[in-house]
T-cell receptor, first 113, second 117 residues
Framework: DTGVSQNPRHKITKRGQNVTFRCDPISEHNRLYWYRQTLGQGPEFLTYFQNEAQLEKSRLLSDRFSAERPKGSFSTLEIQRTEQGDSAMYLC???????????FGPGTRLTVT | AQTVTQSQPEMSVQEAETVTLSCTYDTSESNYYLFWYKQPPSRQMILVIRQEAYKQQNATENRFSVNFQKAAKSFSLKISDSQLGDTAMYFCAFVVAGGTSYGKLTFGQGTILTVHP
């Protein structure tokens, strides 16, 4: 197992376009998290999945954002009608259970022009 | 709500010396975990060290150790024998155990550490 992977690593899009990111967690991890990190800041929680169930969403996750984790494996994060304020690094992390450390992927850097 | 504060935006240290990064947190919870994560330039975040709040003994991981003061809500990271590869942004993070926190991490603002040869 090579750890958490994310694709694409970089995405440049024009304002108003839709984008989708993918995260593949460590295979035996049932918990999956999405965070957003802006330049020079710490990551901020967006949403959490336990297996295929999305159990919590941050207020940061507006109606333009949607996340899925079909079959409790990989997850996708979609942003509709992107805005310049959506430009950030989107991080995915996975863990085995509460109290265990979260393992992070390399992130997807989104630039909205 | 939990908050994590790192009051040192930037720190620098000479190779082979020791440096301490500060972190304070605020919570009304009694059962939680604290972490230090390292994010090298343009590379992914990796875990440095973990501390369970119910443990009085400070965690140690090779050259990295913490000073956990639960009453003061302080969680500092000491790096001994600093190496050039320690250059990175360091984040202090907090997670509530149990309840409806679902294990989401709350991060501080980060401290940029530069190790000089």
């Amino acid at each position: 197992d090579t750890g958490v992977s994310q694709n694409p690593r970089h995405k440049i899009t024009k304002r108003g376009q839709n984008v989708t990111f993918r995260c593949d967690p460590i295979s035996e991890h049932n918990r999956l998290y999405w965070y957003r990190q802006t330049l020079g800041q710490g990551p901020e929680f967006l949403t959490y999945f336990q297996n295929e169930a999305q159990l919590e969403k941050s207020r940061l996750l507006s109606d333009r954002f949607s996340a899925e984790r079909p079959k409790g494996s990989f997850s996708t994060l979609e942003i509709q009608r992107t805005e310049q304020g959506d430009s950030a690094m989107y991080l995915c992390a996975s863990s085995l259970d509460l109290g265990y450390e979260q393992y992070f992927g390399p992130g997807t850097r989104l630039t909205v022009t | 709500a939990q908050t994590v504060t790192q009051s040192q935006p930037e720190m620098s240290v000479q190779e082979a010396e020791t440096v301490t990064l500060s972190c304070t947190y605020d919570t009304s919870e009694s059962n939680y975990y604290l972490f230090w994560y390292k994010q090298p330039p343009s590379r992914q975040m990796i875990l440095v060290i973990r501390q369970e709040a119910y443990k009085q003994q400070n965690a140690t991981e090779n050259r990295f150790s913490v000073n956990f003061q639960k009453a003061a809500k302080s969680f500092s990271l000491k790096i001994s024998d600093s190496q050039l590869g320690d250059t990175a942004m360091y984040f202090c993070a907090f997670v509530v155990a149990g309840g409806t926190s679902y294990g989401k991490l709350t991060f501080g603002q980060g401290t940029i550490l530069t190790v000089h040869p």
